[in-house]
């Protein structure tokens, strides 16, 4: 299992929880799991051709991600951030 963090912005997806478990061998594969388990989730994480959005940042322990096809090792952990915007 791949435990997952969730921002703020999206933890009305997971009923509260900042933290979650998902299984995939990607991002994207992990991203997919967690839309079964948390429908909608994965809509405000990537855009409609599969690409992280981009006030979005995920990371797979301290990397980050730049692509939904990048590997997580198992048992790993993903991060999930909004990046802050505004002046």
């Given at each position: 299992?791949?435990?997952?963090?969730?921002?703020?912005?999206?933890?009305?997806?997971?009923?509260?929880?900042?933290?979650v478990?998902?299984?995939?061998?990607?991002?994207?594969a992990?991203?997919?799991?967690?839309?079964r388990?948390?429908?909608?989730?994965?809509?405000?994480?990537?855009?409609?051709?599969?690409?992280?959005?981009?006030?979005?940042?995920?990371?797979?322990?301290q990397?980050?991600?730049?692509?939904t096809?990048?590997?997580?090792?198992?048992?790993?952990?993903?991060?999930?951030?909004?990046a802050?915007?505004?002046?």
């Open positions: 299992m791949i435990r997952v963090s969730i921002p703020s912005q999206l933890i009305a997806y997971t009923d509260g929880a900042t933290r478990e998902a299984e995939g061998a990607s991002v994207g992990v991203l997919d799991d967690l839309d388990r948390h429908p909608g989730l994965k809509f405000r994480v990537v855009d409609e051709q599969d690409r992280i959005r981009r006030h979005v940042r995920i990371f797979i322990g990397e980050e991600a730049r692509a096809n990048e590997p997580v090792p198992p048992g790993g952990e993903l991060l999930i951030f909004g802050l915007s505004g002046g």
